[in-house]
């Protein structure tokens, strides 16, 4: 019998004492992180402001004449006339009045006229900025030859989006070659896309707003992390570069990437090949690889192209590297090909379709 009067009451609420503790110790560690944690928040986007995304003026430029697709994620706007004399200011590129088709590619207006007439077209061309911005030239170049050519090629997009544009568009113009332009950064483009279909986002809500911009994230944590807690994301990327030395960025593209870059090489060449049509792939390289020696990306071309030895593919790496002067293929402050690296392109085009196709 227990000693009267005695409590028995402490052994009972003693593990109840101990969870009560322990919350007041995790909410004071809680709070104390927090107020450490919000003041440096703004401390580190004061500080690392200048890695927190904001649109560059030619960005927001164009962005104002796109338009989503939730397939492709964007399109330019359909039916934009070049009367409208819509121009953008690019570095030291000057391009034509922006003039887009029905679907909503920039094509120059005798193509658009041309193809709304009902031919079946020569050649069309898939691919990003470089396979867009070459369209005046290719044209020039076809027309020359008796050709005719149509551009389906849009900035900022990858293989994927070629092969989506190639089957909603390319199909139905009956082509009898597909140009399929392909550039270095296709390879970590196609990860970001891939992320943007997990995502459920539109484009550029995905991309932080515009139609380039960096990614917000597929995840809601990640999402978190790149909106809300700006500032202390910018810090941890640039404490990880630092860490690492800058490795990130040489690690060139993954496996899987080139995997997936090359699958849908695969996949647009079996288009073609129930079209009737020839295909031709067209590596690009970029201007540091044609005047410096190739990038981890231009190498990874290689390991990309023992995966489907049986298609055709120009590769003018060697070509742009073997010129006189390789730099001047492009332009001088911006990065991408000018008159002259579009002309050489299309001579290679056009030499490879005088000549018997394997």
Not at 58 to 66: D, I, K, S
Not at 121 to 127: A, I, K, P, R, W
Not at 325 to 336: A, I, N, R, V
């Amino acid at each position: 019998m227990g000693t009267p009067g005695a409590d028995h009451s402490a052994p009972l609420s003693a593990p109840r004492s101990r969870w009560v503790l322990r919350s007041v110790n995790a909410a004071l560690v809680v709070g104390a992180l927090l107020i450490v944690a919000i003041p440096f928040e703004f401390l580190f986007r004061h500080r690392y402001a200048h890695l927190l995304y904001t649109p560059r003026a030619e960005v927001r430029a164009v962005q104002q004449y796109l338009t989503l697709d939730p397939v492709i994620g964007f399109r330019w706007q359909s039916n934009v006339s070049q009367d409208r004399g819509v121009r953008f200011v690019l570095n030291d590129i000057k391009p034509a009045p922006l003039s887009t088709d029905a679907f909503g590619i920039m094509n120059l207006p005798a193509a658009i006229a041309d193809q709304t007439a009902g031919p079946p077209v020569d050649v069309v061309g898939l691919g990003d900025s470089f396979m867009e911005m070459a369209n005046p030239g290719f044209d020039e170049k076809f027309r020359a030859a008796g050709l005719s050519y149509y551009s389906l090629a849009i900035h900022r997009q990858c293989p994927p989006q070629y092969n989506a544009i190639l089957d909603r568009r390319g199909r139905g113009m009956k082509p009898g070659v597909i140009l399929y332009g392909l550039f270095e950064n296709d390879f970590n483009e196609i990860s970001d896309y891939r992320s943007w279909q997990r995502s459920g986002l539109d484009w550029f809500a995905y991309h932080s707003g515009t139609w380039c911009g960096p990614p917000i994230g597929a995840t809601r944590i990640e999402r978190a992390m790149r909106t809300r807690a700006r500032g202390w994301y910018a810090f941890t990327r640039i404490l990880n570069a630092r860490l690492r030395g800058e490795r990130m960025t040489l690690t060139g593209p993954t496996r899987s990437e080139i995997e997936d870059a090359a699958a849908c090489v695969t996949d647009a060449a079996s288009q073609a090949r129930e079209l009737d049509a020839q295909f031709i792939l067209l590596l690009i390289p970029s201007k540091q690889t044609a005047t410096a020696g190739e990038t981890l990306e231009a190498r990874a071309y290689d390991a990309m192209l023992e995966m489907f030895p049986e298609i055709q593919a120009i590769d003018l790496r060697s070509i742009f590297q073997a010129h006189p002067q390789p730099e001047s293929l492009y332009y001088d402050k911006d990065s991408h090909w000018n008159e002259r690296g579009v002309a050489l392109a299309a001579d290679c085009v056009l030499k490879r379709l005088e000549s018997p196709a394997p």
